[in-house]
Nanobody
Framework: QVQLVESGGRLVQAGGSLRLSCAAS????????VGWFRQAPGKEREFVAAIHWNGRTTSYADSIKGRFTISRDNAQNTVYLQMNGLKPEDTAAYYCAAESGLNGSYDSRVKYRYWGQGTQVTVSS
C-alpha cells in the first residue's frame, strides 16, 4: 500500500510558477506510475500529467502541455509537477494518484487506486 501527500500549492499571480510535490510512503514506490489530476469547483476531476514507473514515459493533458513538467525522484519517493506560465484557469485542487505497474490509460482516474488529499493552487489574474 502507498500513502501520498501533496504539497506546494498556494496563491500565485498569473504568469508565475509553482512546483508541487507528491511524497509517497512505501519501499516499492519505484514500481508505481504516478499521475496528477486537478479539480476546480463545480467541475469534474481531470487529468493533468503522469509519469510511468520507469521514469522515462510521460503523458500530459493538452491544456497544460508545454507549461507543466512532471518528474520523479525515486530515491526521495517523490514526484514533482513543475508548473510555469500559470493561468487563472489552472486554479484547482491538485491531487496525485498512484498505481502499481500501470502501463497505459494514464489519464483514467479509475486506473489509480491510491490518492492523496490534494493541495490548492489559486492563480490570480
Amino acid at each position: 500500500q502507498v500513502q501520498l501527500v501533496e504539497s506546494g500549492g498556494r496563491l500565485v499571480q498569473a504568469g508565475g510558477s509553482l512546483r508541487l510535490s507528491c511524497a509517497a510512503s512505501g519501499r516499492t514506490f519505484s514500481s508505481y506510475t504516478v499521475g496528477w489530476f486537478r479539480q476546480a469547483p463545480g467541475k469534474e476531476r481531470e487529468f493533468v500529467a503522469a509519469i510511468h514507473w520507469n521514469g522515462r514515459t510521460t503523458s500530459y493533458a493538452d491544456s497544460i502541455k508545454g507549461r507543466f513538467t512532471i518528474s520523479r525522484d525515486n530515491a526521495q519517493n517523490t514526484v514533482y509537477l513543475q508548473m510555469n506560465g500559470l493561468k487563472p484557469e489552472d486554479t484547482a485542487a491538485y491531487y496525485c494518484a498512484a498505481e502499481s505497474g500501470l502501463n497505459g490509460s494514464y489519464d483514467s482516474r479509475v486506473k489509480y487506486r491510491y490518492w492523496g488529499q490534494g493541495t490548492q493552487v489559486t492563480v490570480s489574474s
